[in-house]
């Protein structure tokens, strides 16, 4: 260690990048279609960081104290962590600079991208390292020190930041052609050779402090168990913080989305110069011994990095109260202030933010804290930590009033809809047995065996995005609109029973997003203009506020569910959104349980169901994608989440009669921790991603029992590429070996609205043709 700046009393853990009016994304898409070249991209993202930097100094952060981190990446965090250390897997060879950066993150003409997944419990996609035995493990790339220098040139000490070591390659997976069982953390050692390589070039420029992100040290959900995580946390930091190990930046390692305090002491023994800990998803840990934290600051993350609700600042100031005496009972140097994870997951400013209804306008501007709104939280809960909570009394006055206002403002409490889900009953989530279902299911539908069906969405034309844009923004009149909705609907229709569909869809081209559109028809919910989050390179979402109780005013899809059955005479499935992804994708109230919210959210589901079944429909489905994306980090926190989970998507689904076949889907994930919950939903028919995963899904499916109508993706549509019959056909044969042909349905892996008409048109045709062909053959 060559440097003795303290470590700064506020800080945050990181910053969207996307910028305030999402200059990254228009940067790297001009980028892409060839109208910025390198240069150009490369000044767009200065411009970029240099103002992050200025803003965060006028929000009241240090330009010069290292309170600044610097966690700008052009794609993914991870994916520079990826470059960092030059694990670049040999199909890319040949490429560099930013071509190979893209290559990787996006795939080229060649070669596949890496995989992308979920990080941790959020809604954020990372790139997933490949790595083997022979993966060349070495510092390649100078990015991070780069982008350090460049600030410093500015004016600006910043604190650079990567994806710690451990947390790398936890979340990588083995490369192809790795021997069975072989784990990427065997190559932890080559790894921290490059950190520590990396370190020493941010020491030579000058970084006091460098911050590594180490939240697979809070997580039960990863393949290898987080007691061996955390012992390899202890031999990688030893190695990187040794005296001996030549010059580098002090270091702060963070544990954000979880309870880091199981791996307080190995971090503390390591001898890293401070250590962050999440105390949104945890408590304040116990004092670890009298000389435990000897040499190191503990930082306090006390100011929600996944919410957007303005802090309660008394609570938050006793928290940093309560950790002060743990540090100093300890013999830690310090106590600081900080968020709980990376602000990458909320909107920049909520002064970008305008609501039409004057009253709710005002209110959300109180209720709410963005990004810019955190950063001030933080520092004045730091003053308060250095100068005494009275310094800050009159902002702690003000949190308390905003909070009593919230608690009894009109719509934050519906007497009638909490009345309703106390009321809910074990009854009311419960349909009668399978087999009686299945009999009246069958009898009603008359289906072929393996019947085939997509799961919602059609291709959103251009012209489609054009029409509802003009209509949200008044240009296009509601007659209009629903002519142009209802030929879109009739369309589709048409073509399904053309190809030759069994169960068909309306094609969803009214909906904007499969949550957005259900929280503006919904009571409770706010959505926003500006309030875009990252989800994964250039893509952005806007997650709805869901500030209030939740209820359906009126109908929202059955008029354009019942117009497309009034074309055909074949069944169309209903389309909703499941309670659990509702929430996931929403920034949810949490002054209540979220298993309340569920129930509200499945109660106005539960009201829309029972009205589709009323009009004559016959099938549907209530997607829930989500379902593996909220799971608890904590094991001991699995039984809770599951239970309330499932039960909100019962109390949404099980009012209709046997007669109507319920169905649901799930993607995005790896399934086997949620089983039994899976099973739990009591859906007549599961569509599930497969074809991504090789059908890997189906073996365990099996062998845990499941004995309901199951219908594994067939068809990857994250690519356009076309299936041929033949391989469709080998797919659903497959399947049929593993699971009863009476419970198969033929389906892609998901809903088409990212793909484009001639792919989608040529591979439902091969397969309704491969369903026809495995039907003759069994
Ligand atoms: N019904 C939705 C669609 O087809 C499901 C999307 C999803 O699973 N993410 O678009
Ligand atoms: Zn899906």
């Known amino acids: 260690m060559t440097t003795t700046t303290p470590f700064p009393t506020a800080t945050i853990l990181g910053y969207p990048r996307i910028g305030r009016g999402r200059e990254l994304k228009r940067a790297v898409e001009a980028h892409w279609a060839g109208r910025l070249d390198a ?375 519906v007497p009638a809809v909490r009345a309703r889900v106390a009321s809910l009953t074990e009854a009311d989530r419960a349909r009668v047995g399978y087999p009686v279902r299945e009999a009246a299911q069958a009898r009603r539908l008359g289906l072929p065996n393996l019947p085939t069906t997509t799961i919602g969405s059609f291709p959103q034309t251009a012209d489609i995005r054009r029409a509802r844009a003009a209509h949200a923004r008044g240009e296009l009149d509601d007659a209009a609109y629903e002519s142009r909705i209802k030929a879109e609907v009739a369309r589709v229709i048409a073509l399904q029973e053309e190809i030759g569909l069994d169960v068909l869809v309306h094609g969803e081209p009214e909906r904007n997003d499969m949550v957005q559109y259900f929280a503006e028809q919904f009571a409770g919910f706010a959505v926003t203009r500006e309030g875009w989050v990252q989800s994964y390179g250039s893509r952005c979402t806007r997650p709805s506020i869901l500030w209030g109780d939740v209820w359906r005013p009126e109908p929202i899809t059955v008029p354009w569910t019942a117009y497309a059955q009034s074309l055909t005479s074949r069944p169309v499935k209903g389309m909703l959104t499941g309670p659990v992804t509702i929430i996931a994708w929403s920034f949810p109230r949490e002054d209540i349980p979220l298993s309340e919210v569920g129930d509200q959210i499945a109660l106005a589901l539960r009201d829309e169901v029972a009205d589709l079944e009323d009009a004559g429909t016959p099938v549907i489905q209530v997607d829930e994608p989500a379902l593996r994306e909220l799971l608890p980090l904590e094991a001991s926190r699995h039984a809770d989440y599951l239970a309330w989970a499932v039960g909100a998507f019962r109390a949404a689904t099980a009012g209709v009669r046997p007669e109507t076949q319920i169905h649901t889907h799930l993607c995005y994930s790896e399934f086997g921790q949620i089983l039994d919950a899976i099973a739990g939903l009591d859906a007549d028919v599961t569509s599930i991603e497969a074809a991504r995963s090789r059908m890997e899904v189906l073996p365990e499916l099996a062998a845990h029992g499941f004995a309901r109508g199951i219908g594994p993706g067939v068809w990857d549509i994250h690519s356009p590429r076309v299936p041929s019959v033949e391989e469709l056909a080998g797919l659903i044969g497959a399947a049929a070996r593993t699971v009863p042909v009476h419970q198969l349905w033929v389906n892609p892996d998901c809903g088409l609205k990212t793909r484009a008409y001639p792919e989608t048109e040529a591979t439902l045709r091969n397969l309704v043709q491969a369903a026809r062909t495995v039907r003759e053959r069994i």
């Open 39 to 413: 240069d150009g991209l490369r000044t767009a993202e200065a411009e970029l960081r240099h103002a992050t930097h200025e803003r965060l100094i006028e929000l009241g952060l240090g330009r010069d104290d290292a309170s600044i981190p610097e966690t700008f990446a052009l794609y993914d965090q991870v994916l520079d962590a990826i470059s960092l250390i030059g694990a670049v897997p040999q199909r890319f060879a040949g490429r560099e600079g930013l071509d190979l950066h893209f290559a990787l993150a996006r795939g080229d003409a060649t070669v596949a991208p890496l995989e992308m997944t979920k990080w941790f419990d959020t809604n954020y996609h990372y790139l997933v390292p490949e790595i083997g035995p022979d993966t060349p493990i070495r510092l390649t790339d100078r990015t991070v020190v780069d982008r350090f220098a460049q600030a410093l040139g500015w004016g600006v000490t910043t604190r650079p930041v990567l994806v710690g070591p451990v947390t790398l390659l936890a979340l990588a997976k083995a490369a192809d052609g790795a021997p069975a069982g072989w784990s990427p953390l065997e190559r932890l050692d080559e790894v921290v050779a490059a950190y520590r390589a990396a370190l020493a070039l941010l020491a030579e420029a000058g970084a006091p402090w460098a911050q590594l992100d180490e939240p697979a040290l809070v997580s039960d959900n990863l393949p290898t168990p987080r007691g061996l995580l955390i012992e390899a946390a202890g031999r990688a930091y030893r190695r990187l913080a040794a005296p001996d190990a030549g010059p580098r930046p002090a270091l702060l390692v963070t544990t954000p989305y979880g309870d880091g305090a199981a791996a307080l002491p190995a971090l503390a023994a390591a001898g890293v110069e401070a250590i962050h800990l999440d105390l949104v998803r945890a408590g304040v840990p116990e004092a670890p011994g009298p000389r435990a934290l000897a040499g190191t600051t503990l930082v306090g993350g006390v100011v929600d990095g996944r919410n957007i609700w303005a802090a309660d600042l008394a609570e938050a100031a006793d928290r940093l109260e309560a950790l002060r005496r743990v540090a100093e009972s300890s013999g830690a140097s310090g106590t600081a202030v900080a968020t709980s994870t990376s602000l990458q997951h909320v909107p920049h400013d909520t002064a970008l933010e305008h609501w039409d209804d004057p009253v709710l306008d005002t209110a959300l501007h109180d209720w709410l804290a963005f990004a810019d709104q955190k950063v001030g939280e933080v520092t004045t809960l730091a003053r308060g930590l250095r100068a005494g909570r009275s310094a800050i009394a009159s902002e702690i006055a003000r949190s308390q009033k905003v909070l009593a206002e919230r608690a009894e403002a009109p719509g934050v409490c």
